[in-house]
């Protein structure tokens, strides 16, 4: 069953602390993304990779920032973490760089900044 | 960015009744896709749509891509509770999906 592995369910951080938010993926794909997901705002595009070394800001990039050293492994840090950054953090791959052939999604970690 | 607007945003029915989902926007896509998320977890692919005016079907889920491809319809027929969820739909950004923000669907038996 092929997956999208996001290391954590829930966590709770402290303002000023960094952040790691960690995914792995075992289909192969070059391609993978970041998004947070907030009611009223769906889901936002922050960062994304196409191949490995590569990143890609997206949508809504302030604050964070990506690394992808190995191709299965793609991880989104928040250098200092913020009460707005409160959300629910989704990694995706895909096989085609824009998506065309459809997402497979994490699970999803519900962040908390306190 | 290139806008999708869902709706409703919320719907509320019982075991048994049909409804109907729409996604639209001013652009026109290449292909669109349907998401269904539980809560807590992370949307899953339903379907694709690539081709004005296809139609594909999914057991009681039958989804159609408009003419112009800008827009897509979702249809659920005889819902059951086990069809409670998000719906999503998405289309290509040029670097990226990008989301609608959904319809909330609650099915009571």
């Known amino acids: 069953d092929v997956k999208v592995t996001q290391s954590s369910r829930y966590l709770v951080k402290r303002t000023g602390e960094k952040v790691f938010l960690e995914c792995v993926q075992d289909?192969?794909?070059?391609?993978m993304f970041w998004y947070r997901q907030d009611p009223g705002l769906g889901l936002r595009l922050i960062y994304f990779s196409y191949d490995v070394k590569m990143k890609e800001k997206g949508d809504i990039p302030e604050g964070y920032s990506v690394s992808r050293e190995k191709k299965e492994r793609f991880s989104l840090i928040l250098e200092s973490a913020s009460t707005n950054q409160t959300s629910m953090y989704l990694c995706?791959?895909?096989?085609?760089?824009?998506?065309?052939?459809?997402?497979?999604f994490g699970s999803g970690t519900r962040l908390t900044v306190v | 960015t290139q806008l999708l607007e869902q709706s409703p945003q919320f719907l509320s029915i019982q075991e048994g009744e049909n409804l109907t989902v729409y996604c639209n926007s001013s652009s026109v896509f290449s292909s669109l896709q349907w998401y269904r998320q539980e809560p807590g977890e992370g949307p899953v692919l339903l379907v694709t749509v690539v081709t004005g005016g296809e139609v594909k079907k999914l057991k009681r889920l039958t989804f159609q891509f408009g003419d112009a491809r800008k827009d897509s319809s979702l249809h659920i027929t005889a819902a059951q509770p086990g069809d409670t969820g998000l719906y999503l739909c998405a289309g290509d950004s040029g670097y990226a999906l990008n989301f609608g923000k959904g319809t909330s669907l609650l099915v009571t038996p």
């Open positions: 289909m192969d794909h070059e391609n």
């Open positions: 995706a791959s895909s096989s085609h760089p824009r998506g065309r052939y459809g997402y497979t």
